[in-house]
């Protein structure tokens, strides 16, 4: 899995950080990688972990709680 989070508004606008790892969606808990970012995330690096709290048929809800350093 590869995911790209841009802010657009307030403190943080324009910056992004990108998150890549496995992710075994049958698992109800997961973690990936922090792998870089930009803007106010430059050189950024750390890991999120991914619970999915809602799952029925198609509609997902997934929380992700995102622990970075960045430069």
Do not use: W
């Amino acid at each position: 899995m590869a995911v790209d989070f841009g802010f657009t508004t307030g403190k943080y606008n324009g910056s992004s950080f990108s998150a890549m790892s496995r992710n075994p969606f049958s698992s109800q808990t997961r973690e990936v990688a922090v792998v870089g970012g930009r803007g106010e995330f430059r050189l950024a690096r750390g890991f999120a972990f991914i619970t999915t709290r809602v799952l029925k048929g198609i509609n997902i809800i997934v929380e992700y709680n995102v622990t970075l350093l960045h430069y």
